[in-house]
């Protein structure tokens, strides 16, 4: 398992219709996210003296991809996803999607046999240690600890 | 090729309550589905926090199972009701303090009513307004 050597600056470009054309940099893995930002906004600024498209998304990519990957389970199915459903203080739901669930993470009897989450389950219980952890929703809001339900999305 | 919803306009609140049935079977595809809908920018400009929201109530109203609760309501409802009138017993007789001592009230004017010709006018207000209470 491994990392990338670079890490990637990507700058996205608009025209008049609306098309879009993406310039990508690297620098060194290593390179701090101030580093990043500081290179990507260098670039931009010169690319645009050369360019009269709008420059209208940056992003820096870190990318983790593992070397020798083996086998995956035999039941794996990333086609399959959990939806758990995760209420923030300010009563917001957030969701997040695990993909490929285990069997063993849904309730096993009545109705819902399969198709429910068990908030009992160590695996599902033990998430919430993750969850503590200082995530926010894309706007900026809590994500919230506190796992209400779940369920088997397809 | 895939063609995404945008610009979808959230309905004003206050949203009203729809109770519904569906099969269990038919909740993971709803999930997905809905999951489709749970993106911002599925929603017009100033919707989006309101639209994702309700997206997510109804998410988890389908795993919620509140029929559960309703017709266990019913089910005790129903055995006060069969273990008074009819003697029935249960087991995992499950109603609340309330409701056994109504139980108690049915059983004395029944027995009460048994000994009598024709139904007491004021048993039968008292029955009825049993009724009422369960």
């Given at each position: 398992?491994?990392?990338?050597?670079?890490?990637?600056?990507?700058?996205?470009?608009?025209?008049?219709?609306?098309?879009?054309?993406?310039?990508?940099?690297?620098?060194?893995?290593?390179?701090?996210?101030?580093?990043?930002?500081?290179?990507?906004?260098?670039?931009?600024?010169?690319?645009?003296?050369?360019?009269?498209?709008?420059?209208?998304?940056?992003?820096?990519?870190?990318?983790?991809?593992?070397?020798?990957?083996?086998?995956?389970?035999?039941?794996?199915?990333?086609?399959?996803a959990l939806l758990l459903l995760?209420?923030?203080?300010?009563?917001?739901?957030?969701a997040l999607l695990v993909?490929?669930p285990?069997?063993?993470?849904?309730?096993?009897?009545?109705?819902?046999?399969?198709?429910?989450v068990?908030?009992?389950?160590?695996?599902?219980?033990?998430?919430?240690?993750?969850?503590?952890?200082?995530?926010?929703?894309?706007?900026?809001?809590?994500?919230?600890?506190?796992?209400?339900t779940g369920g088997l999305s397809? | 090729?895939?063609?995404?919803?945008?610009?979808?306009?959230?309905?004003?609140?206050?949203?009203?309550?729809?109770?519904?049935?569906?099969?269990?079977?038919?909740?993971p595809?709803?999930l997905g589905?809905l999951e489709?809908?749970a993106?911002?920018?599925?929603?017009?400009?100033?919707?989006?926090?309101?639209?994702?929201?309700?997206?997510r109530?109804?998410q988890?109203?389908?795993l919620?199972?509140?029929?559960?609760?309703?017709?266990?309501?019913?089910?005790?409802?129903?055995?006060?009701?069969?273990?008074?009138?009819?003697?029935?017993?249960?087991?995992?007789?499950?109603?609340?303090?309330?409701?056994?001592?109504?139980?108690?009230?049915?059983?004395?004017?029944?027995?009460?009513?048994?000994?009598?010709?024709?139904?007491?006018?004021?048993?039968?207000?008292?029955?009825?307004?049993?009724?009422?209470?369960?």
């Amino acid at each position: 398992m491994g990392n990338a050597p670079t890490a990637a600056i990507k700058l996205t470009f608009l025209d008049r219709d609306q098309n879009e054309a993406q310039v990508n940099f690297y620098v060194p893995y290593s390179t701090t996210v101030e580093q990043a930002w500081a290179v990507a906004d260098a670039i931009a600024a010169r690319v645009q003296v050369l360019s009269n498209a709008l420059l209208w998304r940056i992003q820096l990519v870190w990318k983790w991809t593992a070397d020798m990957p083996g086998p995956a389970d035999v039941d794996s199915n990333v086609r399959r996803a959990l939806l758990l459903l995760v209420q923030a203080s300010d009563e917001r739901i957030n969701a997040l999607l695990v993909p490929s669930p285990r069997d063993s993470v849904f309730e096993i009897d009545g109705r819902y046999a399969g198709v429910r989450v068990d908030l009992d389950n160590a695996a599902v219980s033990g998430f919430v240690s993750v969850l503590e952890l200082p995530l926010l929703t894309p706007d900026g809001g809590a994500f919230g600890t506190d796992i209400i339900t779940g369920g088997l999305s397809l | 090729m895939r063609k995404f919803v945008r610009n979808l306009q959230a309905p004003p609140l206050p949203w009203m309550c729809e109770l519904v049935g569906i099969e269990t079977a038919v909740v993971p595809f709803a999930l997905g589905a809905l999951e489709e809908r749970a993106a911002p920018f599925v929603w017009q400009d100033g919707d989006a926090l309101i639209g994702v929201q309700m997206i997510r109530r109804l998410q988890v109203a389908l795993l919620s199972g509140c029929l559960d609760e309703l017709i266990a309501s019913q089910e005790r409802i129903f055995q006060v009701l069969d273990n008074g009138i009819n003697g029935t017993r249960y087991d995992d007789f499950q109603s609340g303090t309330s409701m056994r001592v109504e139980l108690v009230r049915i059983r004395e004017l029944l027995e009460a009513q048994q000994s009598q010709e024709s139904l007491d006018p004021e048993i039968l207000a008292q029955l009825i307004q049993i009724a009422a209470l369960l």
